[in-house]
């Protein structure tokens, strides 16, 4: 596991901080799901290059993440085949990183949950959904809740 200095540390547990969820994972758990994850199922990335659910998915593909647009009305995002549900994903994920309404993530929560490699599941900033990640913690998962990727990876200086 590559070595993580304090100030980024302190910079991503000042972001935890703003997070609605203070059941999140630690600063320094952050930082391991962020090193470990190498595949990740974006569901709800956007067509529309100037929304959130695209920029973001874009600085982690630019990052060396491997992504797989999960979206019902493309074809193609960023250059690769969109899934129209997760559940249309066959290949392993490390983790499913979510951009729809908090009143639509419990179903892909639970969806992320039953899968059998059991990825992180992330919850973009401003999305919540209490109930479903306290079910997928309570059997094991790790899960993020309103909290940005974009940032929490810029504040550890991963690249």
Known sequence: MPHVDAPELDALTRLLEQSSDPENPDA????DVLTRV???????????????????PSYL???????????????RILGRPARARLEDVEEAVDMVLVFRPSDE???I?????????????????GIRNDEAASRARKEGGTVVQDLCAFKSHRALRLG
Do not use: M
């Not at 320094?28 to 930082?31: A, K, M, N, T, V």
């Not at 595949?39 to 067509?47: D, E, L, M, N, W």
């Not at 593909?61 to 074809?75: R, S, T």
């Open 61 to 75: 593909a630019a990052k060396g993440y491997e992504l797989i647009p999960v979206n019902p009305n493309a074809e």
């Open 38 to 56: 190498r595949t990740i199922a974006v569901v709800g990335i956007s067509r529309d290059p100037t929304k959130a659910a695209r920029r973001v």
């Open 105 to 107: 993530a419990g179903e």
């Open 28 to 31: 320094r758990q952050i930082h």
């Open 109 to 125: 929560v639970r969806e992320a949950a039953e899968r059998p490699e059991a990825p992180v599941i992330w919850l973009q900033e």
